[in-house]
């Protein structure tokens, strides 16, 4: 994009002409069920009041 690279980040060095933006995504998957752990949280919150009246019911 016009501008030089750091070899040591592989980011572009900062110019005015752009705008760097770093995003570090990180997510945690449960083996046993092949499932996404940010997924199963946001599942979680999304129908929270579901799963706990399941819940209740197992205990």
């Given amino acids: 994009m016009g501008v030089p690279v ?4 592989q ?4 110019h005015s002409s752009q705008t760097i933006e770093k995003k570090i995504w990180v997510d ?3 083996a046993d069920i092949g499932a996404s752990a940010l997924w199963l949280l946001s599942e979680s919150v999304s129908g929270i009041d579901a799963i706990a009246k399941r819940i209740y019911l197992v205990i």
């Fill in 28 to 30: 945690f998957r449960f």
């Fill in 11 to 14: 980011m572009p060095l900062p």
């Fill in 6 to 9: 750091n070899p040591e980040t």
